[in-house]
């Protein structure tokens, strides 16, 4: 994850300079971040997901969004504009949605790693998505065939709810019941 530019924009300003560019770019605070393309395996494990998540909430109130959805995320407590494009993003109140994005808070989000984005995934969405209080974050490293899920707890902390490499299952705390193989997921 590149930073775009070093100086503060307006969010008036991004947006323009999305209209003329060809990668995906986020807004948080002022400065403009790149997002680099994915690879074979990103798309193959994002697509995986997305269609298990997809199936498991069929009839239920919750949807899956895979990128890219522009995500503007709003909690009265916080200030400054923050646009993100998750990988996949899991949302149960529909009250945000407007034509072109989703303002509020997902249920669920899901990043997952590229070489370049490894530190802005780890670190500065981590505390982003848990100071906005998204219940429950994924993190994907298709490099090292790893899920970490991360939930927050009483004290609205990140903990690690669950982490498998390789095999097994990975579960979640927001989505009862959900599941999905490692060996299914990151398979060639």
Not at 62 to 70: I, L, M, R
Not at 77 to 86: A, H, L, S, Y
Request: aromatic share 10%; with cysteine.
């Amino acid at each position: 994850m590149n930073q775009y530019r070093d100086d503060s924009v307006s969010v008036e300003e991004y947006f323009r300079i999305r209209e003329s560019a060809d990668s995906l770019l986020e807004y948080i605070d002022g400065l403009v971040y790149m997002s680099p393309s994915p690879s074979t395996k990103h798309q193959r494990v994002s697509s995986r997901l997305q269609t298990k998540f997809g199936n498991f909430l069929e009839g239920k109130s919750c949807e899956v969004f895979p990128a890219p959805y522009d995500i503007e995320l709003k909690d009265d407590t916080i200030e400054g504009t923050k646009i993100v494009i998750p990988d996949i993003s899991i949302i149960c109140d529909k009250s945000g949605f407007t034509d072109a994005r989703y303002v509020g808070v997902p249920n669920l989000v899901v990043e997952i790693l590229s070489p370049s984005n490894q530190s802005h995934d780890l670190i500065t969405k981590l505390n982003l998505y848990m100071s906005y209080r998204v219940k429950e974050y994924w993190i994907v490293n298709p490099m090292l065939n790893t899920v970490t899920v991360y939930a927050l707890n009483d004290e609205k902390m990140y903990e690690q709810f669950d982490i498998k490499t390789d095999t097994g299952e990975i579960t979640s705390k927001v989505l009862a019941g959900f599941r999905i193989n490692l060996r299914h997921l990151f398979r060639e």
